[in-house]
């Protein structure tokens, strides 16, 4: 089992403890899926006993409540006052873009927990469904918002737009995790991001 590094403090061990944890957590999912995933796995995986690992987060549920925490918050992070509407709209493909060539592993393993969360019986369902209503409003008030700012052109069926680029962000994201490797993910979303200006922006 890893030892804390020499020098570090205490809330320097707690993140590292916890980083780690989150590395962790991400491969198993992406492997098993996040209900075949049990925290004694995920605190071997990460090289800390199972005691340990319950001690500081109590258990997968919380482990996984982190996880969302932590990267749902950098998908939907606060746009600066002088944000357009289209620049709100457009920010979702630019956050995933960079978790993309930043956290690539912790990226993937959120698609899979979103996929494998819509089963009837999952325990993750009913969050990751507020967690997406949430996203598809945010898009939504960012083409109202750039019909009045004018960065998005008038007249467009709103509902027709959010259905469309939500389904472009979906297919994508399924396609990256389903596919063999050589899907492209990053180019795929410069194209998705070159389309919405070219059919919404104005």
């Given at each position: 089992m890893p030892t804390p590094a020499r020098g570090l403090t205490q809330p320097e061990r707690v993140e590292t403890s916890r980083r780690r944890l989150m590395e962790a957590a991400a491969e198993l999912i992406v492997e098993k899926g996040w209900e075949a995933t049990t925290a004694a796995e995920i605190g071997r995986r990460a090289g800390y006993s199972r005691t340990m690992v319950h001690a500081r987060f109590g258990g997968k549920e919380?482990?996984?409540?982190?996880?969302?925490?932590?990267?749902?918050?950098?998908?939907?992070?606060?746009?600066?006052?002088?944000?357009?509407?289209?620049?709100?709209?457009?920010?979702?493909?630019?956050?995933?873009?960079?978790?993309?060539?930043?956290?690539?592993?912790?990226l993937r393993a959120m698609f899979v927990?979103?996929?494998?969360?819509?089963?009837?019986?999952?325990?993750?369902r009913e969050r990751v469904q507020q967690q997406l209503a949430g996203g598809v409003a945010n898009l939504a008030d960012g083409l109202r918002k750039g019909q009045r700012d004018k960065s998005v052109r008038a007249g467009i069926d709103l509902d027709r737009a959010v259905s469309d680029i939500t389904a472009a962000f979906f297919g994508l994201a399924f396609q990256w995790v389903a596919l063999p490797s050589g899907f492209d993910l990053d180019a795929e979303l410069v194209h998705a991001r070159e389309r919405i200006l070219r059919d919404y922006g104005a």
């Open positions: 919380a482990i996984l409540e982190d996880f969302l925490q932590e990267y749902v918050s950098r998908l939907s992070p606060d746009l600066l006052p002088q944000a357009t509407g289209m620049d709100q709209v457009l920010a979702h493909i630019d956050r995933i873009r960079d978790l993309y060539a930043h956290d690539r592993d912790v927990s979103t996929f494998e969360a819509m089963k009837t019986t999952s325990p993750l």
